[in-house]
């Protein structure tokens, strides 16, 4: 299912960015989307995910209150709101999708829809 991502973009500390996710089928229940982000010269690591089975979200400990991922009634969708953004969320941000509910922390071999990725830069 190819995912679509929009929103990246240049910004300074402390400001707001919002990134869009979506999926281009549905289906039914819809899907437990994810973030995920890398930055250059680093792996690939878990930022937040909105479970399919219950709306149970998943944040790591780096963004927790600042970053709010949601979804569409349909859960073809799952927007990343960022708050208070710092230098060290410079990154690529990918959207990933699971037509499964995950029942444990999200790990990257859960999803296995993933977007091209989008740029955040964070300036300071």
């Known amino acids: 299912v190819p995912l679509v991502e929009s929103g990246g973009g240049l910004v300074q500390a402390g400001g707001s960015l919002r990134l869009s996710c979506e999926a281009s089928?549905?289906?039914?229940?819809?899907?437990?989307m994810a973030w995920f982000r890398q930055a250059p010269g680093k792996e690939r690591e878990f930022v937040g995910a909105?479970?399919?089975?219950?709306?149970?979200?998943y944040y790591a400990a780096s963004v927790r209150g600042r970053f709010t991922i949601s979804r569409d009634k349909f859960g073809t969708t799952a927007p990343l709101q960022m708050n208070g953004l710092k230098p060290e969320d410079t990154a690529v941000y990918y959207c990933?999708?699971?037509?499964?509910?995950?029942?444990?922390?999200?790990?990257?071999?859960?999803?296995?829809?993933w977007g091209q990725g989008t740029q955040v830069t964070v300036c300071s």
């Open positions: 990933a999708a699971t037509i499964g509910a995950i029942a444990r922390w999200p790990q990257e071999s859960d999803f296995g829809y």
């Open positions: 089928a549905r289906t039914f229940g819809g899907y437990t």
């Open positions: 909105i479970n399919r089975r219950d709306g149970r979200t």
